[in-house]
């Protein structure tokens, strides 16, 4: 198993443009979270889904979006991009929804908004 | 709202030399806490969880609630022990960790 994996590995766009990132997750894995990592900073805390439906959001606004498909793979969605929004989105999976379990992340994906 | 404080941007530490990296957090109930580590050009992994008591690498963590703590400590830095390390606390149901932001350890020779 390569891992979680996540696409693309860098982007760029321009302020007010819609992007979507895609996850796949541990083969077996059923929970999928999203993190933002802003240079200096450490991961906070996006979304989480386990079984396709969502259990965690963190203090993002609503142009922040994700799914999670039948096959457990993740795609996190943002629309009206700002620049504020250039960051690493990393990708991680956990077999269960619990908070002890351990969570494998993915490499990230960067994305810079100009 | 729980928060993780990490007060050392950067700790450089000698080869042999004991290693504390502070982690402290806020919350009023029962915390799980975790340290993970990002090596050089690696992934985020997990290192260790409070509720194991294991020691991995050597580094072990205890959780102080009195002080709100969760020190990582080791006896003797290696050189590959060098990496980016994030204290992270979990307080809910779901898998969603709330991340210091992070101490670089570099165990220089």
């Known amino acids: 198993d390569a891992g979680v994996t996540q696409s693309p590995t860098h982007l760029i766009k321009t302020r007010g443009q819609h992007v979507t990132l895609r996850c796949s997750p541990i083969?077996?894995?059923?929970?999928v979270s999203w993190y933002q990592q802003v240079l200096g900073q450490g991961p906070q805390f996006i979304f989480q889904?386990?079984?396709?439906?969502?259990?965690g959001r963190g203090n993002f606004p609503d142009r922040f979006s994700a799914r999670q498909f039948p096959n457990y793979s993740s795609e996190l969605n943002v629309n009206a991009l700002l620049l504020g929004d250039s960051a690493l989105y990393l990708c991680?999976?956990?077999?269960?929804?619990?908070?002890?379990?351990?969570?494998?992340f993915g490499p990230g994906t960067r994305l810079t908004v100009l | 709202a729980q928060r993780v404080t990490q007060p050392e941007k950067l700790l450089s530490v000698f080869k042999g030399a004991p290693v504390e990296l502070k982690c402290n957090y806020s919350y009023s109930g029962s915390p799980e806490l975790f340290w993970y580590v990002q090596y050089s050009r690696q992934r985020l992994q997990l290192l260790l969880r409070h509720i194991s008591r294991e020691s991995i690498k050597g580094f072990t963590a205890d959780l102080n609630k009195g002080e709100t703590s969760f020190h990582l400590k080791k006896p003797f830095a290696q050189e590959e022990d060098s990496a980016m390390y994030y204290c992270a606390l979990n307080t809910g149901t779901a898998s969603k960790l709330t991340f210091g932001t992070g101490t670089r350890l570099q165990v220089t020779l």
């Open positions: 083969s077996g894995h059923k929970s």
């Open positions: 889904y386990y079984e396709k439906e969502e259990r």
């Open positions: 991680a999976s956990s077999s269960t929804s619990d908070l002890y379990n351990e969570q494998f």
